[in-house]
C-alpha cells in the first residue's frame, strides 16, 4: 500500500513508525532493521506466537466445505430470527391502541 493510500486511511508506513523505536524492538526490525538485537525481537515475537498458535485449539484450520455449511446455517438462523422479530413488531402493533 502507497504512503497516501496510508495516511487517507489514517496509518503510517512501517518505516517511519518504526524508524524512531529503539533496537532490540519487533517494530524496528519491520522497519527495516536487521541488527542482532531486532532480529532477536522478531525470532522472540515469532516464537510466542507459534507457541500460541499451538496451544489454542480455536485457529485451527477447517475444511471450506464445513465453514460454508456453517455459515449457510448462521445465515438462515439469522433471517429466522429477523423473520421472527418482525412478526413480533407486528403483533404488537395490531395491539396497540
Known sequence: M??????ARGLRPIAELGGSRPHGTRLRYLA??????CRRANSDYERERQAARLADPTTRVIRV???REWNHELLWN???????????????????P
Open 2 to 7: 502507497s504512503g497516501a493510500a496510508l495516511h
Open 32 to 37: 527495516g532493521c536487521k541488527c542482532f538485537h
Open 65 to 67: 466445505q464445513h465453514a
Open 78 to 96: 439469522l433471517r429466522h430470527v429477523s423473520n421472527i422479530k418482525r412478526s413480533l413488531r407486528e403483533s404488537l402493533q395490531e395491539v396497540k
